[in-house]
């Protein structure tokens, strides 16, 4: 299984970036799939996640409203839209891949099975 993240760079406050993660060894439309980020010193966080057939998403409140998850099974990739960005939103992003299950959509580190290897997001001016 191989999760490959990218698209980070840097950013002046106010921009956009999008990353996208690709995956694959495994059956991509059996996962909900999950990015996290780690800012310096400080531990992993949830960012957002999406079910397998899109329709249902959460987002961490910290992102709402400015970063958008998205997914398109037929290329197993993921995507991360996000605008407005903000110097505390400098961190690691990684992609992350959790079993689908009738639970709900996962927030916790611990229901993901698969990480990719992150991707680095500087926002400053």
């Known amino acids: 299984v191989q999760l490959q993240a990218c698209g980070g760079g840097l950013v002046q406050p106010g921009g956009s970036l999008r990353l996208s993660c690709a995956v694959s060894g495994l059956t991509f439309s059996g996962y909900f799939m999950g990015w996290f980020r780690q800012a310096p010193g400080k531990a992993r966080e949830f960012v957002a996640v999406?079910?397998?057939?899109?329709?249902?998403?959460i987002y961490a409140d910290s992102v709402k409203g400015r970063f958008t998850i998205s997914r398109d099974n037929a290329k197993n990739m993921v995507y991360l839209q996000m605008n407005n960005l903000k110097p505390e939103d400098t961190a690691v992003y990684y992609c992350?891949?959790?079993?689908?299950?009738?639970?709900?959509?996962?927030?916790?580190?611990?229901?993901?099975?698969?990480w990719g290897q992150g991707t680095q997001v500087t926002v400053s001016s």
């Open positions: 992350a891949a959790a079993t689908a299950s009738r639970s709900p959509l996962p927030a916790r580190e611990d229901k993901y099975a698969y």
């Open positions: 999406i079910a397998w057939s899109g329709s249902s998403t």
